[in-house]
């Protein structure tokens, strides 16, 4: 399921970019990734949260009242930073993740190769509730693979799992039967 949301993320990200000023041939082919990546999400929507109803996909209204990333409506702000940002709030909402994995996953060649500079400024200006992305993940571990508490600690504290920081993970499995 993870994989599923992450794949039509990381295909809306690039059907966005390409909307933001590409030429028309990718344009064209991102239309068509577009029309993919729709039927993907619809296929998996029945069984996804609905976490992602209450964000705002367009950057022109007023954020104001959204606690979760900085406003992304100055000027001087590169449009590579702010699409992070964008693509950062997307994978901490959907997937959970940790400030970490968030940065390795916007900046990694395997992932949204983003320059780290631009990787850098969504993780410093999105607002994310770290320990309630542990605790989900968490819980996650515990209802999918019948993890013990210690078994997910280590996944969720491992540089080869969820890199969450020890505080994130102590939280998570002090609150993981609430």
Known sequence: MKKILG????SLCAVSL??????????????????K????????????????D????????????????ASSSD??????????????KEYSDQQHMSKAGLYEQL?????EKFSAEAGQYA??????DYNANALATAKDYQEQQNMSPESIRDQLTSDAGEKFTPDEANYAIQHLND
Not at 7 to 10: G, H, K, L, R, S
Not at 54 to 69: C, E, F, I, V
Request: aromatic fraction near 4%.
């Open 7 to 10: 794949i039509a993320i990381v």
């Open 18 to 35: 390409a909307a933001c000023g590409s030429k028309s041939a990718e344009n064209k082919t991102a239309t068509s990734s577009s029309s």
């Open 37 to 52: 990546v729709e039927k993907a999400v619809d296929k998996t929507s029945d069984v996804s949260s609905s976490d992602d």
């Open 54 to 69: 209450d964000y705002d996909y367009d950057d022109t209204t007023d954020n104001s009242s959204d606690d979760t990333t």
């Open 75 to 88: 000027e001087s702000v590169p449009t590579e930073y702010t699409s992070a940002l964008t693509t950062a």
């Open 107 to 111: 900046t990694s060649d395997a992932g």
């Open 123 to 128: 993780i410093d200006n999105l607002k994310a």
